[in-house]
């Protein structure tokens, strides 16, 4: 049984920036494709990046692309999300999520594991 825990989150101004991170046990995250998700108040929860087993690519929600940079360490079985230039719109509860599939599904249901949300909030 693998468990998340996510870490980072916080308040931070418009245009600021904050770094997550998803520590990992019972399982190495080098055997997963890991992603985040995050759901805002009244809204559906969404995807937001992914990297996949194996080969390591990345996709991201078209929205935070150039903005976010998701990254794994295999050291410290932890999953990182950077996120630049932050919006007002990107306030939400962030989750992270790992898949034995691994091949960088976007749909929650694909996945098999879920840390329990840290929030992030953007305002000034």
């Known amino acids: 049984q693998v468990q998340l825990v996510e870490s980072g989150g916080g308040l931070v101004q418009p245009g600021g920036s904050l770094r997550l991170s998803c520590a990992a046990s019972?399982?190495?995250?080098?055997?997963?494709?890991m992603a985040w998700f995050r759901q805002a108040p009244g809204k559906e929860r969404e995807f937001v990046a992914v990297?996949?087993?194996?080969?390591?690519?990345?996709f991201y929600l078209e929205s935070v692309r150039g903005r976010f940079t998701i990254a794994r360490d295999n050291g410290k079985n932890t999953v990182e999300l950077q996120m630049d230039s932050l919006k007002s719109e990107d306030t939400a509860v962030y989750y992270c999520?790992?898949?034995?599939?691994?091949?960088?599904?976007?749909?929650?249901?694909?996945?098999?594991?879920w840390g329990q949300g840290t929030q992030v909030t953007v305002s000034s």
């Open positions: 019972g399982g190495t995250v080098s055997d997963y494709a």
């Open positions: 990297i996949t087993w194996r080969t390591s690519y990345t």
């Open positions: 999520a790992a898949d034995h599939v691994g091949w960088g599904s976007q749909i929650t249901d694909d996945y098999d594991y």
